[in-house]
């Protein structure tokens, strides 16, 4: 284990270490104050035991740099309002020459188990961030899929009360919310046994465990009130449902929330001053909504995906008649298609196919307030993630 003494005394180094009891495997490391900027990186993972004699403001300044260390601060006399400053601003532990032997040994020793356990949960950590399981910068958790079946096995066998929520901004801001800024504010006002997890660009799960609905909706209007932005959420409990299941009420509760206030200004303006429904504007209009969604997050999927479903080609069209994406692999072929026969209604096929006699399908029909932008880009993708489940595990 690294051990780095921090003094511009001398002495201090002499006088700390017959104190230490090193062992074969540790290492010490002595540097002045003015040294530790050049060589923060190098005490990560370290227990750093800062002299902080005639260096006060010092010990400070260095507990207020961005370091993954345990640290001790030595002193040499107990001031209180220095103690308390120095423990608050992140010190593990405050000792001074009247401090007994066996405590010192204690602190020591605990702060070494400390590092120890930093030292592995950095190594961990980077491993599931090359994995791409987990966020760079934060605590938020990558593949949801696996992450869902996981948990709900867990939850179903205690049979406890928890929730899902689905979490996004609207159409006009998802693009301008900063995701680091959202992802921690809500990291923070939650528990560390409830879980983040990223399913779009500003889209995510949240998992909230052994909470009800109504709580959950009150631990989301805490949430919202620290937020920038006006960001949305739809809850579903998770009792005796599957992932799949829970997925899509944990959406569709969001896009009701997000579609609550287009609906009265959409009636209205469909409706003439003489209270009767224009029905060829209505359709001029269903027709133009149609055309200024689809094509937009079709060409979006289309780029993501291009070139990284191995073995599948992906075809698209968009007419007036019908707008479609049809995915075809060697074992397998799916369409997803998305038709407006009448004057109100959005019908959008789902068809799989691995064989003529192995045919899957299902329609979801949607009003004109219910279809937009962010519930046609989650179905689409729900659409491509189960294909590639599909035809790996017919490939398998």
């Known amino acids: 284990m690294q051990i780095v003494l921090v003094s511009d005394d001398s002495d201090f180094f002499e006088y700390i270490a017959s104190k230490l009891l090193l062992r074969k495997n540790d290492e010490l490391f002595l540097l002045k104050f003015e040294e530790i900027p050049d060589n923060l990186y190098n005490t990560e993972g370290s227990v750093l035991i800062i002299n902080s004699e005639n260096s006060e403001e010092q010990t400070i300044e260095l507990l207020k740099l961005s370091f993954d260390a345990t640290v001790i601060v030595f002193a040499y006399n107990e001031y209180k309002d220095f ?124 998992l909230l465990y052994d909470t009800d609905l109504d709580d959950a909706k009150k631990i989301w209007a805490k949430i919202s009130s620290k937020l920038p932005s006006q960001v949305y959420a739809g809850f579903a409990r998770t009792f005796s449902k599957n992932r799949q299941q829970l997925v899509n009420e944990a959406l569709n509760k969001l896009h009701e929330a997000l579609n609550f206030e287009k609906i009265s200004s959409s009636m209205s303006e469909i409706t003439d001053k003489s209270g009767n429904s224009n029905f060829k504007l209505f359709r001029q209009e269903l027709n133009k909504k149609i055309e200024n969604i689809v094509l937009p997050v079709f060409y979006h999927i289309k780029q993501k995906y291009n070139d990284k479903l191995f073995g599948v080609s992906m075809e698209q069209e968009c007419s007036e008649q019908q707008s479609f994406i049809s995915l075809v692999s060697r074992n397998a072929n799916a369409q997803f298609k998305i038709t407006a026969p009448g004057f109100s209604n959005i019908n959008i096929d789902i068809t799989f196919a691995s064989s003529q006699d192995n045919i899957d399908a299902k329609r979801i029909t949607l009003t004109s307030e219910e279809f937009e932008e962010g519930l046609l880009e989650d179905l689409l993708e729900q659409f491509i993630q189960e294909f590639k489940k599909e035809t790996d595990n017919g490939a398998a």
């Open 83 to 206: 103690k308390s400053k120095v423990l608050r601003a992140g010190a593990y532990s405050f000792v001074t020459p009247l401090t007994p032997e066996e405590e010192f040994q204690a602190v020591l020793i605990s702060a070494l188990r400390i590092s120890s356990l930093m030292k592995k949960n950095k190594m961990y950590r980077e491993i599931l961030e090359k994995k791409n399981l987990i966020k760079f910068t934060n605590e938020v958790l990558l593949d949801y899929n696996s992450i869902l079946d996981q948990e709900l096995e867990k939850i179903h066998e205690s049979a406890s009360t928890s929730v899902l929520a689905a979490i996004s901004p609207d159409d006009k801001t998802k693009f301008l919310v900063n995701p680091n800024q959202l992802e921690t504010i809500i990291l923070n006002n939650i528990r560390k046994s409830d879980i983040l997890m990223n399913y779009a660009v500003n889209k995510y799960f949240l």
